[in-house]
């Protein structure tokens, strides 16, 4: 926090022959890592304010020698890696925050028919190699895909030197998506409850969508996405580094996201992601780590004015935002699950044009909430409108509309 450094910590490795017979890997994968304990991520990586990953496979295609022909693969491309970990963190924070590709082992019958863990060219992750065999080598390991994020930390912080630590994690998570595959692996999981911890039954949640966060977080991120804005995809951003700008324990702070017509009524899906990030203080222990909690709702079809009335009485209390359902945006992930932790992001999806009000505005409300710290806190928000529309020409409205908006406050 003092040198407003991001670190990027992998999850660590497992490996299943330390536990079980390798012959089991196979048919247990990818229950186990719902079963056993040992399959959580280990220190750093439960860190709150660092950006864990974990590692996806890169493909399922087996490369065999002739002389033996009896390697097999143990996860699909897009699948969970079988040497991964997963979460969740501290105080059942999602994490890993993000997935990327690690690659992942195969599994080798030998001469005498015993099973053992092997590394496969077909499943490996290409690298630099560190030793004199040779410039490139191959390997898998959380380790090879942490350096992914790191890379488009890097690539957003060469285009905008200035920016908060908060900022940078919000762009990559409003970048990510999670694969289709993970979607389709992990919901043969839910169905098991044999398969699942205690945590994943905690409080009686929906076991799918903790399952899949805790698993694999918000996603993998995708480079162009953090980089740039598109006609179809617009990211609005907010960076509230400053002491004018921080938040105060125990307050809330209103935004106005532009929602034009000509975006509600494109075809297809329209999608509203919103991430926010915050480094608070934090303690050697856990019982009261962090120093301030953070959250966020986004209203639709009222005034600033209603907005504002529902919510100044609210702030500071444990459940801050009581306003009208009819007028909250239905978020994925919801509050419950994604307000534990430093990096929040969830999506806001609709077909139709109805409920929103005659300004075309939606109203992302953010709420600070005081634990042991009374110091204001900085954090970052994004706001992305994407439209499965490619056809629609937003980024110049939105453009305008903002510009509009920043010459009338100029005047007042």
């Known amino acids: 926090n003092k040198y407003d450094i991001v670190f990027v910590v992998s999850t660590g490795n497992f490996k299943y022959e330390n536990w079980h017979d390798y012959k089991k890997l196979k048919e247990t994968y990818p229950s186990y890592f719902y079963k056993m304990k040992e399959c959580r991520l280990i220190e750093p990586a439960n860190s709150v304010t660092s950006i864990t990953v974990g590692a996806i496979s890169i493909s399922d295609e087996i490369i065999n020698s002739p002389e033996r022909l009896s390697r097999i693969h143990v996860s699909q491309k897009n699948n969970l890696s079988s040497i991964t970990r997963i979460g969740p963190g501290v105080m059942n924070a999602i994490k890993p925050d993000f997935v990327a590709y690690g690659g992942d082992r195969g599994v080798e019958i030998d001469y005498s028919g015993r099973y053992r863990p092997v590394n496969n060219i077909g499943l490996s992750k290409l690298l630099f190699g560190n030793d004199n065999e040779g410039l490139f080598t191959w390997s898998v390991g959380t380790s090879f895909a942490a350096p992914y994020i790191s890379h488009i930390l890097a690539r957003i912080l060469t285009k905008y030197p200035n920016i908060s630590s908060n900022l940078l994690r919000t762009i990559v998570a409003s970048s990510a998506n999670i694969p289709t595959e993970i979607k389709d692996q992990l919901y043969s999981v839910v169905e098991d409850e044999e398969a699942l911890g205690k945590e994943f039954l905690y409080r009686n949640k929906n076991n799918y969508n903790k399952i899949l966060h805790y698993s694999i977080g918000y996603g993998y991120p995708e480079m162009d996405k953090c980089l740039e804005s598109f006609e179809n995809r617009v990211v609005l951003l907010a960076d509230m580094k400053s ?30 992601i919103i991430s926010l990030a915050f480094n608070p203080p934090v303690r050697n222990t856990r019982l009261d780590y962090i120093g301030v909690s953070m959250d966020y709702r986004l209203i639709k079809g009222t005034s600033m004015e209603d907005v504002v009335n529902a919510y100044e009485s609210q702030k500071g209390k444990d459940e801050p935002f009581t306003i009208d359902k009819k007028y ?68 110049n409205i939105i453009k305008e509309r903002i510009e509009q908006s920043i010459t009338t406050r100029i005047r007042i």
């Not at 004018?244 to 509203?272: C, S, Y």
């Not at 969830?346 to 929103?356: G, L």
Request: aromatic letters at 10%; glycine letters at 6%; proline letters at 5%.
């Open 243 to 272: 002491d004018h700008d921080k938040i105060k324990p125990d307050n809330m702070h209103i935004f106005e996201v532009p929602l034009p017509q000509e975006f509600r009524r494109a075809v297809g899906k329209k999608r509203v």
């Open 328 to 395: 909250e945006c239905s978020l994925e992930p919801g509050t419950s699950l994604r307000g534990v932790g430093t990096l929040q992001k969830s999506v806001y999806e609709f077909s139709r044009d109805s409920n929103f009000n005659e300004h075309d505005k939606l109203f992302l409300v953010v709420n600070s909430k005081m634990n042991w710290s009374d110091e204001p806190q900085g954090y970052a928000v994004v706001a992305v409108l994407e439209s499965d529309d490619e056809d629609l020409k937003l980024y």
